[in-house]
């Protein structure tokens, strides 16, 4: 040991002088605590008392604790966690590891958010550094360190504060005298987007946030998307950015508005894509999907467009609807008592199919009925489906990834699908107790109000979401609607007179489909709408968009698919689940159906009664007199009293009603409650008395 004390006191010495001069040379920098580590270890083991060593030793073990620590926080077995959530909420997708690994373009993240301030509320402190570590984890996991991320603290008056607005991130007050930032600019070359506001409300779609935004800007060159639509899904609203679906549509896609003609705006899209010439049909290479919403008074010649674009291989999502809240909005406004007359123009058609299509593909949409559901159906609103994970019977459709939570407001169903020559998938499904109501009835609120006691079921199931596969047939096999024949021969024309008959050209519309086409049908055109698929959430002076349901996520997955961006799929649905009690639903559902008959007779009695005191009253000895006569009075006393124990039925009824739904509602709490005391309780037993016994056999 002696021997080896002059090598371990040559070892530290060089150690600290190279740790005293790494704070000088920038080379050494990133080893200084290491060698200051270097140093101590020889030290710690020169020292001939015990208690000096092991003071020594002790020191060393806790830097080296530390130092360990902060290297594998570098690396990406430092980002490794266990997470016990029930939808992985913590774990990143395999899609968004993908991007990471293949990022090929450097990224420059600038993370804004103000630190150390008195008033920031709880919620914020707590996700702020959850933001930290998941930037953190992004960097760590990028390609080649191809993201960097810049930590910027914006205090007041400071160059930092002006870059912060300079970025558009939004400044939030936390008190009457201080502000936050707390956003963040993600760049790549020319391009740029901003998250303006990590909300903590809208944790569970952080991720989608960050790398949806990272796609963006490190993209070449955007797919593109046909829209067809009467609707103003890209220009209506406030700020005339459309739809909240269509902002988050332009993020990602280069949206082509194709109208209700399909084919009228083809030459001015290929030249502001730069495309060349345009053919007189759409190509699913240059446009590999549309997005048909709510196709409402549509043309044969359009639906022609659409055929053709399918039997060419390309994919398409047809939204139809039997009753349409963003048509309902077009409509035209009464007019105000004491105005001038004003013109208005007709509003959108609240119904929409593709007739001709659907014929040729067997498929049965009936647009003046609307979809109810004992099940998935809001209490006392059944026209109000919240569709969980038990209404996708399809479990390995990649379409619906992540996707657990769907709205469905006033759509329709399909009763029937044959589907000729195709594959058929039933990707969500209505439950068996199900039925339909008119959409006139469905437009009227007090209608609504009476709807759950009118319900019916015969264990019938409807199909919400289809996709068609396959090589399509035409449904035009004469061609092009629009075109024109030739001029028949008309009786009375003399054999010498001359006819010139119209020309019509060579028909080259295909017959028979040349490649794949892909179809998913839509019972609902409203779920991309604002309010079903996403909402405005008020933060300061501006509005953040908040994803409230997995709609614009389940169509995002088919858009991804369509045009191969696979890496995006499942990214997207990771908002909060909704946990509807569809066995409580289903028992109270059948307990009104099997009190609909009851409740009928009574109403249909008082409303007989009511009738006959209307007639009685009618028929007065003088019109001209308030008053009845004796046997009219009697007969009258006699109505009135059929007519409260019509209401009474009704109130006692609605009573005995609400007793056993409660008690439905007991029942589920109380077992909810005791099941697994009870559980544990008994084997609890078991084990005790099989303890015992061979206790007692030793």
């Not at 659907?358 to 489906?385: C, H, I, R, S």
Request: overall charge negative.
């Amino acid at each position: 040991m002696k021997a080896l004390k002059p090598i371990l006191l040559g070892v530290a010495a060089v150690a600290l002088l190279l740790f005293i001069i790494s704070f000088f040379v920038e080379s050494l920098a990133p080893l200084t605590w290491w060698l200051l580590l270097l140093a101590l270890v020889p030290l710690s083991l020169i020292p001939e008392s015990r208690t000096i060593r092991a003071a020594f030793g002790t020191a060393v073990l806790a830097g080296l604790v530390f130092f360990i620590t902060q290297l594998l926080g570098m690396t990406n077995l430092g980002h490794k966690n266990i997470d016990l959530t029930e939808d992985d909420r913590f774990t990143l997708t395999d899609g968004t590891k993908a991007i990471l690994s293949e990022l090929s373009e450097p990224v420059v993240i600038n993370y804004y958010v103000t630190r150390d301030l008195r008033s920031t509320p709880a919620d914020l402190k707590r996700y702020i550094p959850r933001i930290d570590n998941l930037l953190e984890e992004f960097a760590a996991l990028s390609k080649d360190g191809n993201i960097s991320v810049n930590f910027v603290d914006p205090k007041p008056n400071t160059d930092e504060e002006d870059a912060a607005a300079l970025d558009e991130i939004q400044q939030i007050p936390v008190s009457q005298t201080e502000n936050l930032f707390f956003g963040a600019s993600i760049s790549s070359w020319d391009k740029k987007t901003v998250i303006p506001y990590f909300n903590p409300d809208n944790e569970t779609q952080l991720e989608f946030d960050l790398i949806s935004a990272i796609a963006e800007v490190s993209a070449k060159n955007k797919p593109t998307v046909g829209l067809i639509s009467p609707l103003d899904v890209t220009t209506s609203g406030r700020n005339g950015k459309g739809w909240i679906f269509a902002q988050f549509l332009r993020r990602s896609y280069n949206v082509a508005n194709l109208g209700m003609g399909v084919t009228d705006r083809l030459s001015a899209i290929y030249e502001e894509n730069e495309w060349g010439d345009s053919p007189e049909f759409l190509d699913p290479e240059k446009v590999p999907v549309i997005l048909v919403i709510h196709p409402a008074g549509i043309t044969p010649e359009a639906e022609f467009h659409i055929d053709q674009y399918l039997l060419r291989g390309g994919t398409a999502i047809a939204c139809v609807d039997p009753l349409s809240f963003a048509a309902q909005q077009s409509q035209p406004q009464p007019q105000r008592p004491g105005m001038p007359p004003q013109q208005q123009q007709p509003g959108i058609p609240t119904s929409s199919t593709l007739p001709r299509l659907f014929e040729k593909w067997g498929v049965k949409f009936d647009e003046t009925q609307v979809l109810t559901d004992g099940t998935y159906g809001l209490q006392g609103n059944p026209a109000m489906l919240k569709l969980n994970r038990d209404a996708m019977p399809v479990e390995d459709e990649i379409a619906l990834a992540s996707i657990g939570d769907i709205l469905i407001g006033y759509g329709g169903g399909f009763s029937e699908v044959t589907g000729p020559g195709l594959e058929i998938a039933r990707l969500m499904r209505s439950s068996r107790q199900s039925s339909f109501i008119p959409a006139a009835d469905a437009a009227n609120p007090r209608a609504i109000a009476n709807l759950r006691f009118n319900r019916r079921s015969d264990d019938s199931q409807y199909d919400i979401l289809l996709a068609l596969r396959g090589n399509f047939q035409t449904a035009f096999p004469n061609g092009n609607p629009a075109k024109p024949t030739p001029k028949p021969k008309q009786e009375g024309e003399g054999e010498g007179d001359e006819i010139k008959p119209v020309e019509a050209p060579a028909d080259s519309s295909l017959k028979t489909g040349e490649a794949k086409g892909h179809v998913y049908l839509f019972a609902d055109s409203d779920i991309l709408f604002d309010g079903a698929a996403y909402r405005l959430l008020a933060v300061g002076n501006t509005g953040i968009p908040q994803q409230i349901s997995d709609n614009g996520p389940l169509i995002f997955n088919i858009l991804d698919q369509a045009t191969n961006s696979k890496h995006l799929v499942g990214a997207r649905a990771r908002t909060p689940n909704w946990r509807p009690f569809t066995v409580f639903q289903e028992m109270t559902s059948r307990l009104e159906e099997e009190e609909a008959d009851t409740m009928e007779d009574f109403r249909a009695q008082q409303q007989e009664a009511s009738a006959e005191i209307q007639k009685l009253q009618a028929q007065r000895q003088d019109s001209r007199s308030p008053f009845l006569n004796e046997q009219q009075q009697e007969a009258l006393k006699s109505l009135r009293e059929k007519e409260a124990d019509a209401r009474k039925g009704i109130r006692e009824l609605a009573k005995d009603n609400q007793a056993k739904i409660d008690s439905i509602k007991a029942g589920v709490f109380w077992k909810s409650l005791l099941t697994v005391p009870i559980i544990v309780l008994v084997l609890g037993l078991v084990i005790f008395i099989f303890r015992s016994r061979s206790t007692q056999a030793r």
